[in-house]
Each structure stands twice: as structure tokens, then as C-alpha cells.
């Protein structure tokens, strides 16, 4: 059976990404820097050159809830393109150093008008990819936080980021880095919580834990922890 890339056409290929990065500015941020806070303007779109980032909601109190994360190669603010939205309704931080590439909308639609009508159906399919992509994730994270009881929440998201980009071979297994407050951001639940579920797991034997540092052990990082 052939590989299911084959059946896509319009992936696009590194040279219509170079180009489409040619006609952007590109502007690197530190860790921990905001890029889009909710009500601000919904009028640019970012490709993350480099670094990972986090999109998150938070209530009236303050209390984040983590709802992706995103790196190389990934879109940030797609969704003004395709609907009427005058302002932003997430915020989206750097984890790490990153690399941004910024275009306006206005700006460009004139170039799928112009020097990049020859990719714009390319880019438009790789941000569409990415729209139903993190739909998926969100009704994925939806479900868990509806069915799900904490332990599992936890376990599944330790799962999860074993796939990230920043995840680790390691000797026992895959190793992770990441603190309990930000796992409970991911989950839903208080920091000492996590702390409590990390050293259940511990305990059985399916993790390591020394700060902010877990080894999910062996087979554990392709399978549930329960």
C-alpha cells in the first residue's frame, strides 16, 4: 500500500515553504514570551521557524488551561484567514526561544494574488491540515477531561508528550521535561495533584521522576500507563 503522502498533492514541498518564508519577517522571541493575548487584534499569521510555544485559555481568576502546543513548521492565528474574527480569544506564550515568521492577512492575500499564487494552494492545504489536526487533538482533550478521572489524565498526557518535538531517547525509555504545574495546566487539576499521581506511577514502576525531569519507561511511551 502506498504511503498515504502520496495520495496529497498539495502537501507542500520545503521550496514553497523557503518562499513563502522570504516574503515574511521573521523576529525571534525569549522563552516565556507572550505572542497573542486574548482581545488583541486578529490580523497576523505566524510559522513557527523554530522553538515551541504554548496555546492556552485562562478564566476570570487567572487559571490557565493548556489547550496545545506548537513548533517548527506549525501555523499560529490560522483561523482569521477562513472566518470573520476581530479578536484573538487565546494566549499563546513561547516555552522556549523561538523564531517566528509574521505576515498580515492583508498582505497576504496579495501575495496569493501575486508571487505566491503558485503556492497558495499548498499553504492553504498545510494550514487546513493543521486546522483538523488540533481539532481532532482538542475533541481528544475534551473527552478526557469529561471521562477521564485524573490519574489517567495525567498517564495519557505523559503519553503525549513522549511525542513532542523536545522528548528524549533515553536508555529506560523516553524522557520528558516538564514541571507539575504545567502538567496540571494540561489536565485540569491542582499542581498537588499531579505531584500525587506522578509518585503513584512512580511507585508502580512505570516512571522516573527527579524534578522536572521523567523517564517514561520502555513500551510505557507507545502504550497507556493504566
Known amino acids: 500500500?502506498?504511503?498515504?503522502?502520496?495520495?496529497?498533492?498539495?502537501?507542500?514541498?520545503?521550496?514553497?515553504?523557503?518562499?513563502?518564508?522570504?516574503?515574511?519577517?521573521?523576529?525571534?522571541?525569549?522563552?516565556?514570551?507572550?505572542?497573542?493575548?486574548?482581545?488583541?487584534?486578529?490580523?497576523?499569521?505566524?510559522?513557527?521557524?523554530?522553538?515551541?510555544?504554548?496555546?492556552?485559555?485562562?478564566?476570570?481568576?487567572?487559571?490557565?488551561?493548556?489547550?496545545?502546543?506548537?513548533?517548527?513548521?506549525?501555523?499560529?492565528?490560522?483561523?482569521?484567514?477562513?472566518?470573520?474574527?476581530?479578536?484573538?480569544?487565546?494566549?499563546?506564550?513561547?516555552?522556549?526561544?523561538?523564531?517566528?515568521?509574521?505576515i498580515s492577512y492583508e498582505r497576504l492575500f496579495q501575495l496569493f494574488d501575486g508571487p505566491l499564487k503558485d503556492e497558495c494552494p499548498r499553504i492553504l492545504f498545510a494550514i487546513a491540515t493543521q486546522i483538523t489536526t488540533r481539532l481532532l487533538h482538542t475533541s481528544r482533550k475534551a473527552s478526557r477531561l469529561a471521562f477521564m478521572d485524573v490519574t489517567s489524565r495525567v498517564a495519557r498526557t505523559l503519553i503525549d508528550l513522549c511525542s513532542e518535538p523536545d522528548a528524549m531517547s533515553h536508555p529506560d525509555g523516553t524522557q520528558i521535561r516538564i514541571s507539575r504545574q504545567e502538567i496540571s495546566r494540561i489536565v485540569g487539576c491542582s499542581r498537588e495533584m499531579v505531584g500525587r499521581v506522578l509518585k503513584q506511577l512512580e511507585e508502580e514502576g512505570k516512571i522516573s521522576v527527579s524534578g522536572k525531569t521523567i523517564v517514561v519507561f520502555g513500551q510505557q511511551a507507545q502504550q497507556p500507563l493504566q
Not at 514570551?33 to 515551541?52: C, E, F, K
Not at 487559571?63 to 470573520?84: C, K, N, P, Q
Open 1 to 102: 500500500m502506498r504511503k498515504l503522502a502520496e495520495h496529497r498533492p498539495l502537501a507542500p514541498q520545503p521550496e514553497h515553504v523557503e518562499r513563502f518564508l522570504q516574503l515574511c519577517h521573521r523576529r525571534r522571541y525569549p522563552s516565556k514570551a507572550p505572542i497573542i493575548r486574548p482581545g488583541d487584534v486578529a490580523n497576523t499569521l505566524y510559522y513557527v521557524v523554530d522553538g515551541s510555544l504554548a496555546v492556552m485559555t485562562e478564566d476570570e481568576e487567572g487559571r490557565e488551561l493548556i489547550l496545545a502546543y506548537v513548533s517548527a513548521g506549525d501555523y499560529i492565528g490560522e483561523m482569521g484567514l477562513f472566518m470573520e474574527a476581530e479578536k484573538r480569544e487565546v494566549l499563546v506564550r513561547t516555552r522556549t526561544p523561538c523564531e517566528l515568521a509574521e
